[in-house]
């Protein structure tokens, strides 16, 4: 379809020209300024609570050191355990498992992966205090779904602080591992 000769503009719009605002009547007193309304006192600031996991005694594992050591050593994690058993102490840590209790939904493996990343993400408020490492196990073939499972080490002994951080939680049977038991 033509359209016929178009002609450009030869000149730019000039910018719109700012509205002018009405001047303030002059106050009583003429020369004398208003003064100014003090400004309102700020609020006092809230101190910060402590998480209670930091008024827990000082144990000779390191968290940041551990992360550090078992992701440095990507070809062999195995050997990233020796340095873990020697700063693991059970009386400032514990070991937890983590099981699904809805593998027979795990059908398929691209939602599977996004459930873990989202239960993973949703544990940020415990980064400090946790590390753990969950999988989508294959028993698809054998079971018709996939399994889920984790491990997770917590500063403390108990579960507690996971539950009240990540409310997806409840989703999950959670069993301490006893750290004696070399089998």
Known sequence: ???????????????????????????????????????????????????????????????????????????????????????????????????????DENTTDFIVCNKIEGYVQRTIGIQKYSFGVMQMLDTKEKLGYYTVAGIWLIRGLGIEPMLDVNPESGVYTWSKLDTDDEA
């Open 1 to 103: 379809a033509a359209t016929g000769a178009v002609s450009l503009c030869k000149k730019a719009p000039a910018p719109p020209k700012k509205a002018k605002q009405p001047k303030k009547a002059k106050k009583e007193g003429g020369a004398k300024k208003a003064a100014k309304a003090p400004a309102p006192a700020p609020a006092p600031k809230k101190k910060k609570e402590k998480n209670p996991l930091d008024l827990l005694p000082k144990t000779p594992l390191v968290l940041d050191d551990w992360k550090r050591t078992y992701s440095n050593s990507t070809t062999d994690y195995f050997k990233s355990m020796v340095w873990f058993w020697e700063n693991f102490e059970k009386e400032g840590w514990s070991i937890w498992l983590q099981e699904f209790n809805h593998n």
